[in-house]
């Protein structure tokens, strides 16, 4: 039952949404995206890590910089780099493949639904990142980033979805072989069915931005505080927010590569987890055995299958398929009858127990290789998204790790069956798709 509104969303004109629209960066900022910056006066990174144009002002650093990025969004439209509704909408945002569309209804969300789990959560946050962002918002006003939320598929969502999507796009743009478009609901009615629709939606959940989530809570709940005239409407009392339907989410895994064997010879640590997992050598990476990804990918005739309760492993220049064993306590696990792709759906009473990268955690990393907390474990890296296992498996061949461990991806279902039970996952469980760039709506909370 999240409660959603209109807002008056913040966007590139269409002529210059090419040059704002921009990946997020890794921060400290490389020389490169600083070359960047400079090279571009309208990319979005002017109102995220702006390069202040004094360096001799009195104040810190994050000061500068925040009081520098607020003063370029007004820059951005005064030059009509941007534009802003002057009417509350709600969007759609699209991901389109040949063979695939992910649509979600772009809105802002009232911060109580994060507090009182209405939006349900499944990780835990950082007070120092918290700290930065809501620092950030404080400064500048500046809500770019949306929260990613799903959503169980509801049919009268999905009727206006594909309603309002046979309206002329307001941008629309190509990156890495997908289209991209942002669509406004304009129509007081489907405003009102949609709201209406989410408002009915028994719980949903939060799939991507627990620190954008948090932060932008704890911001608002500062700011009805020191508000003597505050009536609930206000723009702080939301944070933006991209719901797409569950089914409609591309979940890949986190591979995880580790630096060393723990002490142990190859053979040592082969025969270690050959209690647990039978050990088949294969002749390329086992690929997840999905016919045709949401992306459009479909693995090699001769790849090597991967199963959820299964892993991939990478060593001395060897890939091999792990396979459980029965005896070892899996009958906890069994073949879900809808899951299709052999997903395995836990019957145990702790979902968090029934996940894949539990398993690994407690079967192999942490008895055999002594990787007792993979939050802070430095032995310990994880590459998620579009990494590829033949890169990965570079990284071993060239002595940066020694094992490689590839997983099949976590499931909705998995995910949503953790955040009922009020339960949180392991570190680097999912990476969702799509990951979205800055600039394609932003949310002015001042």
């Known amino acids: 039952m999240p409660r959603i509104k209109a807002f008056c969303g913040i966007r590139p004109a269409k002529e210059w949404a090419d040059r704002v629209i921009t990946v997020p960066p890794d921060f400290p900022l490389d020389e490169a995206v600083v070359t960047h910056l400079k090279k571009n006066p309208c990319s979005f990174l002017h109102l995220v890590a702006p390069v202040p144009d004094n360096e001799f002002m009195q104040g810190s650093r994050d000061a500068l910089v925040y009081r520098q990025a607020g003063e370029n969004l007004q820059t951005f439209l005064e030059n009509g780099y941007l534009l802003c509704d002057q009417d509350p909408c709600l969007y759609l945002y699209s991901v389109e493949t040949p063979v695939s569309r992910q649509t979600g209804v772009w809105a802002v969300t009232l911060f109580d639904d994060y507090l009182n789990n209405t939006i349900r959560k499944h990780e835990y946050t950082r007070v120092e990142r918290e700290n930065g962002i809501a620092d950030y918002l404080r400064q500048t006003g500046i809500d770019a980033n949306p929260v990613l939320i799903a959503y169980r598929s509801h049919p009268e969502i999905e009727e206006v979805i594909a309603r309002s999507l046979e309206h002329p796009p307001l941008l629309s743009f190509e990156k890495g072989g997908k289209i991209h478009t942002l669509h406004a609901v304009r129509e007081a009615g489907d405003i009102r069915l949609l709201i209406r629709y989410f408002g009915d939606l028994p719980a949903s959940y939060l799939a991507d931005g627990h620190h954008r989530a948090a932060a932008l809570s704890s911001y608002g709940v500062e700011r009805r505080k020191f508000d003597f005239k505050h009536s609930g409407n206000e723009e702080y009392n939301y944070f933006s927010s991209i719901y797409f339907s569950a089914g409609s989410l591309e979940i890949k895994p986190f591979q995880r590569l580790v630096n060393d064997l723990n002490g142990l ?26 016919p045709v990804t949401t992306a459009g990918w479909r693995p090699g005739a001769n790849s090597p299958v991967l199963k959820a309760g299964h892993f991939g492993m990478y060593l001395a220049g060897h890939w091999y398929l792990l396979s459980p064993v029965e005896s070892a306590g899996n009958s906890g696990y069994k073949a879900s009858s809808d899951a ?7 019957t145990g009473s702790d979902p968090v127990e029934q996940l894949d990268v539990t398993r690994l955690q407690e079967r192999i990393l942490g008895p055999v290789l002594g990787i007792d907390d993979p939050r802070t474990d ?20 060239a002595g940066k790790a020694s094992v490689l461990f590839t997983l099949f991806p976590t499931s909705i279902d998995q995910l949503m069956e953790v955040a009922d039970a009020g339960m949180v996952m392991p570190p680097k469980s999912t990476w969702f798709e799509p990951k ?11």
């Open 340 to 346: 299709g792709n052999g997903l395995l759906t836990g």
């Open 265 to 290: 010879t190859p053979g040592d640590f082969m025969d270690a987890i050959s209690k647990d997992f039978i050990i088949e050598p294969v002749s390329a990476a086992p690929e997840t055995g999905f």
């Open 436 to 446: 979205l760039d800055l600039g394609i709506l932003t949310h002015f909370i001042d």
């Open 378 to 397: 430095e032995r310990l890296r994880f590459s998620g998204g579009t990494a590829s296992s033949v890169t990965l498996a570079g990284e071993v061949d």
